[in-house]
């Protein structure tokens, strides 16, 4: 059976993309920094559903325990067909009110956790001439937001990165895609206001919030053979916005 790993995979879309690579006949390992329960519900509905399901903890900011993740899942299930690297953090504030460690934060996590984590798990796929990598942006890495200057650049630098490493691994059988959600209805959002949430929704043309479920579609499709001819390309699910 060939296996997915989901970094972020106890968040809103990192766990709507599990489910759905576990619908897909993927042995999922639902990766986790500090919400193991969570994660461990998501390997739970996993196997109630007869798909097959780990929770492995995974500190994308931390190379050891990336690498310590890779083994595990070797070990446990295979080396994985697929890797989602959906882990991320984010920030709302004036850019010249975050602290140093702030902005180092966003950019550990967002954009260098992204990097190290495909390095530690790509070299399988290249050996085997196959795999798939989708890294999961922002409508705010093509646009970018005021307050969010940060996590703009860093969601910016995940979609370079897509293009330039899809190009640099297409002639290995390995595609490499980036998905940049719009406003959807996570628990990132959850903490804006009724009325800051009606001002995002007023600007989508569909006039509504997506839903993680219509991002890890997506996911579903790039990793298909339906999609076998896509590769270095960022796909926008934003409604139009």
């Not at 968040?11 to 193991?36: E, T």
Request: charged content about 20%; glycine content about 10%; hydrophobic content about 45%.
């Amino acid at each position: 059976m060939k296996s997915a790993f989901v970094t972020g995979g106890s968040g809103g879309i990192g766990k709507a993309v599990c489910l759905r690579l576990a619908m897909q006949g993927f042995a999922v390992a639902v990766g986790y920094n500090r919400n193991k329960t969570t994660a461990d519900i998501v390997t739970e509905l996993i196997r109630q559903r007869g798909g097959t399901a780990m929770s492995v903890k995974c500190d994308v900011t931390d190379p050891d325990s990336i690498s310590s993740a890779r083994r595990v899942i070797e070990n446990q299930l295979s080396a994985p067909e697929v890797l989602v690297c959906s882990a991320g953090t984010a920030d709302i504030s004036l850019f010249s009110e975050q602290s140093v460690g702030n902005i180092k934060r966003l950019i550990d996590t967002d954009l260098t956790g992204a990097v190290l984590t495909a390095r530690a798990f790509v070299a399988p796929m290249v050996s085997r001439h196959s795999g798939n990598i989708i890294f999961i942006s922002s409508i705010w890495g093509e646009q970018g937001a005021s307050c969010e200057a940060v996590y703009s650049a860093a969601k910016a630098g995940v979609i370079g990165f897509t293009k330039a490493l899809g190009k640099e691994l297409a002639p290995s059988g390995v595609r490499v895609n980036c998905i940049s959600p719009g406003f959807i209805e996570t628990k990132m959002n959850a903490s804006l206001s009724e009325e800051e949430r009606n001002a995002f929704i007023s600007d989508v043309p569909m006039e509504r919030a997506g839903t993680a479920d219509e991002v890890a579609a997506a996911a579903a499709f790039l990793v298909s053979d339906d999609a076998s001819y896509i590769t270095a390309q960022n796909i926008s699910v934003n409604g139009g916005l």
